[in-house]
């Protein structure tokens, strides 16, 4: 993902929702959500650098892109229930911050299972027997 600087894309709707204290993000929030690919695209493209930023400073800059993809993912899905009551930057930047949350619990739950499997796997016990520490069955000729 290359960040595109935050003017570098469409300047606004080209019909505002009725609402002149609006920002530009949250305008194109509002006609995305009515399905609108195009507005869909320059929604991306005003928030995108920032939403990634906001990551790498939540996170690292080695899960950025993806958390930033997984941001998009959730804030689409959720789309249908923005009401432009807060800036569409605000409710972006609250999905980016739950994705990073979510996304440290399973490194650091990831962490303690691989430390209980290095513990457990480095002991002075035998390995155990597969087949329950039983003697092969012996068989008489008779």
Do not use: K
Request: proline fraction near 8%; aromatic fraction near 8%; hydrophobic fraction near 40%.
């Amino acid at each position: 993902m290359i960040p595109v600087p935050r003017d570098a894309g469409a300047s606004g709707p080209a019909e505002p929702t009725g609402d002149a204290g609006r920002d530009p993000a949250t305008e194109w929030a509002l006609t995305a959500r009515d399905g609108d690919p195009a507005a869909q695209a320059a929604f991306v493209r005003l928030t995108q650098a920032e939403v990634w930023r906001f990551a790498v400073a939540l996170v690292d800059i080695d899960s950025a892109d993806d958390l930033t993809q997984e941001t998009y993912l959730r804030a689409f899905r959720a789309l249908p229930g923005f009401e432009g009551r807060s800036s569409a930057r605000t409710w972006l930047l609250g999905i980016a911050r739950r994705a990073c949350a979510d996304h440290l619990r399973t490194v650091v739950r990831r962490r303690r299972l691989d430390e209980r499997l290095a513990a457990n796997a480095y002991t002075d016990r035998p390995h155990p027997d597969p087949a329950g520490s039983s003697a092969p069955p012996t068989w008489s000729a008779g």
